[in-house]
């Protein structure tokens, strides 16, 4: 380390020594185990595992159900978070207050209420399900949990970055003669993208490992609306840990990719905004 990298950094040894040994014993051991659990295991038991039709359907819902969402938080955030910073009304910071509820309330409390909301009999799943669309006990339903546990991180990674773009900058677009909608692709979206990257891989990889929300209003129907960490619940319930560890290792290892591929893309969109800036 050069003299000038000490001074700007004092004490860089020590501090990044001690950020190792707590993400080593809080994150990395813990996972680790996930994976050393599976070195027992022969292959036959690893194929049986991931390639049963109850696992493979797991995992394509649980796929599904939180890009969707995801998706669905990606643009109802940039808007949520689009009206808190450039409005100012009446109940703006209760409104802005809710969007963490989900952080506080017990994922489990999430799903009850949300259960009893879209059940057939609910407030809002009987007229729901008068038009036909059932969404308690179906798929739909999984993707309204995910989006309930999910919108916050949308809108809390893209809020800040929205509150340092300077409205001047909209204003010198629209006095350059920009129309509204080229203002936003032009000049917002530039800077919001990144953080938007961010918040949508933040959404989905948080559908990914989703329980607590999702065992209510699922139903827990096996190849129907079975999410993968139900199937992992539902091993361990059965005192199968090798099947458990297997699906866990996979889960882990997907999430990671997952994270890893859009962190890639959103360095990519990062420089490609760096030069054209």
Known sequence: MSPKCAS???GFGLSFGVSVAYLSLIVLLPLSTILLGTSDI????????????????????SLLTSFI?????????????????????PGRRILDALIDLPFALP????????????????IIGKPLAALGIEVAFAPLGIIVALTFVGLPFVVRTVQPVMEELQLEV???AATLGADRLTTIRAVVMPV??????TGFSLSLARGMG??????????????KTEVLPLVIMGRLERFDYHGAIVLAGIMLSLSFLLLL?????????????????
């Open 210 to 223: 989703e329980y607590g929300s999702v065992v209510f209003i699922s139903g827990n129907l096996p190849l």
């Open 192 to 197: 919001v993208l990144p953080a938007l990257v």
């Open 42 to 61: 022969s292959w036959s038991e690893f194929l049986a595992v991931v390639s049963s039709n109850r696992t493979l359907s797991a995992l394509k819902l």
């Open 8 to 10: 700007i950094m004092p």
């Open 69 to 89: 969402a995801a998706l669905v938080n990606t643009i109802a955030g940039v808007i949520v978070a689009w009206v808190l910073v450039r409005y100012d009304f």
């Open 170 to 172: 909209e204003e010198a």
């Open 261 to 277: 591929a859009i962190n890639l893309l959103q360095s990519k969109v990062g420089a490609m905004r760096s030069q054209t800036s």
């Open 107 to 122: 994922t489990a409390v999430a799903g009850i209420a949300l259960t009893t909301l879209y059940a057939p009999k609910g």
